[in-house]
């Protein structure tokens, strides 16, 4: 397998356990310790992924902790806020999410470049979201 497929296949990897640590794992008063934890597992198996690839496993390293901490921040904000308008309670989304996490790293080991993909929804997300959320109350703020 060649170098870009390798990495390819190791982001979608990444992102899927970053997502899955993200749904499953409480988010807390402090997630930045959340978003850490995710990117050291999320770079331990995108290396393992580069080294079943032959690949060097540094490479690996630096796009699992960057896949992991993005897919942990912006999917467990994303499981929060669902979690507070559902009706069944935060195991459900949790549930979904996490079985489209697996289905996000299957299909990055069958068809690597699916994970850029996911990389550039992941983000799209997290930047509608952060839009979204400074529109909320621009309305409320003081004019002088």
Same mark, same amino acid.
């Given at each position: 397998?060649?170098?870009?497929?390798? $990495?390819?296949?190791?982001?979608?990897?990444?992102?899927?356990?970053?997502?899955?640590?993200?749904?499953?794992?409480?988010?807390?008063?402090?997630?930045?310790?959340?978003?850490?934890?995710?990117?050291?597992?999320?770079?331990?198996?995108?290396?393992?992924?580069?080294?079943?690839?032959?690949?060097? $496993?540094?490479?690996?390293?630096?796009?699992?902790? $960057?896949?992991?901490?993005?897919?942990?921040?912006?999917?467990?904000?994303?499981?929060?806020?669902?979690?507070?308008?559902?009706?069944?309670?935060?195991?459900? $989304?949790?549930?979904?999410?996490?079985?489209?996490?697996?289905?996000?790293?299957?299909?990055?080991?069958?068809?690597?470049?699916?994970?850029?993909?996911?990389?550039?929804?992941?983000?799209?997300?997290?930047?509608?979201?952060?839009?979204?959320?400074?529109?909320?109350?621009?309305?409320?703020?003081?004019?002088?």
């Amino acid at each position: 397998m060649d170098f870009f497929l390798a $990495i390819c296949q190791a982001l979608g990897i990444a992102l899927a356990v970053g997502a899955l640590v993200g749904a499953v794992v409480p988010r807390g008063d402090n997630p930045a310790f959340l978003e850490l934890g995710a990117a050291f597992v999320a770079a331990v198996a995108a290396a393992l992924s580069m080294s079943a690839d032959d690949q060097t $496993i540094i490479a690996g390293i630096v796009a699992g902790a $960057i896949g992991g901490w993005l897919g942990a921040r912006v999917i467990s904000a994303l499981v929060l806020g669902a979690a507070r308008r559902a009706q069944g309670g935060p195991g459900s $989304i949790a549930l979904i999410v996490a079985v489209a996490a697996l289905v996000l790293a299957g299909l990055s080991i069958l068809l690597p470049p699916v994970s850029l993909l996911a990389l550039l929804a992941v983000g799209w997300l997290g930047i509608a979201r952060r839009r979204r959320a400074e529109r909320k109350y621009e309305g409320l703020r003081i004019l002088r």
